[in-house]
């Protein structure tokens, strides 16, 4: 079975400035296009760091977790699928997008950049099916 890794916009363009809702919201456009990719093919084993993120935001407010130590964990969970999904709607790559992008740059896995269309992702989900 496939496995890919979602990056997406957690905290989005506002960055540091980004509330909780603004957070909840993003996540929740890539969940549902997530969801989306899971009914167009599902035997893709596909991580969303969204749909974990109640989890993350969690140790964050408790200070448990730094966005540091996140974004260090996502480099070790990235090379472990078979490629990235980059879903970038409205054009923009956040700093952890552009860093799950050059971790997987150097694990030389296969880069999808998507802004919601499925046909590149089903083109390279079929190199991998067949």
Same mark, same amino acid.
Request: hydrophobic share 45%.
């Given at each position: 079975m496939p496995s890919?890794?979602?990056a997406h916009?957690?905290?989005?363009?506002?960055?540091?400035?980004?509330t909780r809702a603004d957070m909840e919201a993003n996540n929740r456009k890539a969940c549902e296009f997530a969801a989306r990719i899971r009914q167009a093919c599902p035997t893709l084993d596909l991580y969303c760091p969204g749909e974990h993120d109640e989890l993350v935001q969690e140790g964050i407010e408790r200070g448990i977790l730094t966005a540091e130590q996140i974004l260090e964990i996502d480099q070790h969970l990235v090379p472990k699928r078979d490629f990235l999904i980059v879903y970038a709607p409205d054009d923009r790559l956040s700093g952890g997008m552009l860093l799950e992008l050059h971790t997987a740059g150097r694990s030389n896995m296969p880069i999808v950049v998507t802004? *919601?269309? #499925?046909?590149?992702?089903?083109a390279v989900l079929g *190199?991998? #099916?067949r």
């Open positions: 890919a890794y979602m916009a957690i905290r989005g363009p506002k960055g540091d400035d980004a802004d *919601g269309d #499925l046909t590149v992702i089903m *190199g991998f #099916l």
